[in-house]
């Protein structure tokens, strides 16, 4: 709330809503976090790009860059300063606004997702009691920007790209939402830092089949490999960033590790139990959580081959979403039937259940089958 | 309440500019983008009247799904570029618009609204969440849109199954 409505009324409402210890009136907590989620997110990104080049060089049985500085530590930052000083090309035929405003549209929403994460306890921009809606709701933003490139490019690789995009995206999105709702219903708040707060025992253990179903659709929304069929390079070049290069592409790719980032600091607040943990500072187990997320995340991407789009939107369809459904059905069950029982029966009988689920599903169910159909 | 009353003429103008593109401009696909922008101007005002899960739900419904919808249906069809020429009702059509906004302005300016005294609620979902499925709410509307979608969408199956 307090993010985009200044007025007097609700900067003394955020006051009251803010820790007793912390230092500074409204505007100095706004302009302190800004920079702190520009400070967090610009050299995170930069990690990630390094640990996902070496890991997948690990994965590939190869080295990967190891030249520029010690480890090829600075690999991204000539990486960076190369793409800055490249020319910008637009092409002649294309829409030259669409196609220069589509980067900027999107990358601003997936840098927005960071304002409600929290790094600590309270430590975040805006403590939005719809926290977790916003998230959903401003990450559906990114692919209108998507959807420009495609179209202001004229080119139909692109097109293809940006078509492909619209069909997951939108099909993942139902599954990736209503594995959210079970995270809810048992921490009984929208709000990030409560849904933090919540978690005793690390919601995973109590959601398996939830963070599973979140997982495999976050990957597919944010195109991950396994389902990166937009900028498939075998069958449409790059897909929807085809036609651009030098700083818009950097957004491009930049948009690319936040929306990875953003899903992990996700998981991490949802599942993982956020910054809370024992012995070490809070900001720090955040850290290890979203680097652990992440490092899953690769993983899945070195180990599995990208799925035809038949295949996944199927997978989406006839698997995720049934499971989603009945893991809401079962959640609001428990929910309401043993509010009060045991953490361990109600970890061990959630496993099992999840564990029955994949296997039933995995039985009935085939991908395709050799036969193409959209 | 400065800072509120400039969010609202800020947002009302890019509003209102916004929705006049999408009706003036000839290029289809940047006029589903200028419907985009007008989508998020509404959920800004949400915002200012303290109506935060209805601008987040406006945010995702219309632009997360409804535009880009639009943009999907825009893209499978010809000739975006050239628009969509006027037909020989231009001159009716802009009349009968006229005529709508006069009412309607007539109606929005002579209505004595009743304006709450109360702070704003918050948070707002609880209050939201037994307004829509507690005791006296509005749980019958809640179920008809649902039943009403289904049925839009089995239509939709039905329209495109092949015989």
Partial sequence: ?374 | MMGLDIAFWVLAIIGIAAALAVVLLRDVFRAALSLILCFLTVAGIYVTLSADFLAAVQVLIYVGAISVLIILAIMLTREVQRGSPSGKLRIPAFVVAILFLGVVSFALINTPWQISQLPPLEPTTAALAVKLFGEGGFILAVEIAAVLLLAAILGAVVLVREK
């Avoid at chain 1, 010690?70 to 991204?76: A, N, R, V």
């Avoid at chain 1, 990736?176 to 005793?200: D, F, P, R």
């Avoid at chain 1, 953003?262 to 809070?282: E, H």
């Fill in chain 1, 1 to 374: 709330m307090a993010i985009f409505n200044p007025s007097f009324s609700s900067v003394n409402h955020y006051l009251e809503t803010l820790p007793p210890d912390w230092p500074g009136g409204f505007w100095l907590h706004w302009g302190i976090f800004v920079v702190i989620i520009f400070a967090f997110v610009m050299p995170m990104i930069m990690a990630f790009i390094y640990f996902e080049r070496r890991g997948l060089g690990r994965f590939q049985v190869r080295l990967g860059p190891n030249r520029v500085g010690p480890f090829g530590i600075l690999q991204p930052v000539a990486d960076a300063i190369k793409v800055l000083i490249k020319e910008d090309i637009v092409p002649a035929k294309g829409d030259k606004w669409v196609h220069w405003l589509a980067p900027v549209v999107a990358f601003v929403p997936a840098l927005m997702i960071f304002a409600v994460v929290p790094f600590g306890d309270g430590a975040l921009l805006a403590d939005l009691n719809i926290g977790i809606l916003y998230v959903v709701a401003i990450s559906s933003i990114s692919v209108v920007g998507i959807f420009m490139a495609g179209w202001g490019s004229n080119n139909k690789y692109s097109l293809i790209g940006a078509m492909r995009t619209v069909a997951q995206v939108i099909s993942y999105e139902i599954p990736l939402v209503l594995s959210i709702l079970g995270v809810v219903l048992i921490s009984g708040s929208l709000s990030m830092n409560k849904i933090v707060e919540a978690q005793t025992i690390p919601f995973i253990l109590l959601q398996p089949l939830g963070f599973l179903i979140y997982f495999l659709a976050a990957c597919a929304e944010i195109n991950r490999t396994p389902f990166d069929l937009l900028e498939a390079e075998s069958e449409i070049v790059a897909g929807f960033h085809i036609e651009y290069s030098g700083m818009k592409f950097a957004l491009f790719y930049l948009v690319e590790y936040a929306e990875v980032l953003a899903i992990s600091a996700i998981i991490t607040t949802l599942f993982l139990g956020g910054w809370r943990g024992p012995v070490l500072p809070s900001f720090l187990w955040f850290l290890i959580k979203v680097f652990g997320v992440f490092f899953l995340i690769f993983w899945v991407r070195s180990t599995i081959p990208r799925l035809r789009i038949d295949q996944v939107m199927a997978f989406a369809w006839k698997c995720l979403l049934p499971l989603a459904l009945l893991n809401l059905l079962i959640t609001g069950i428990e929910v309401i039937v043993l509010p009060e029982a045991l953490p361990w029966p109600i970890i061990f009988l959630n496993l099992a259940i999840m564990a029955v689920l994949v296997v039933l599903w995995s039985k009935f169910f085939r991908l395709g089958g050799g036969r193409v159909e959209v």
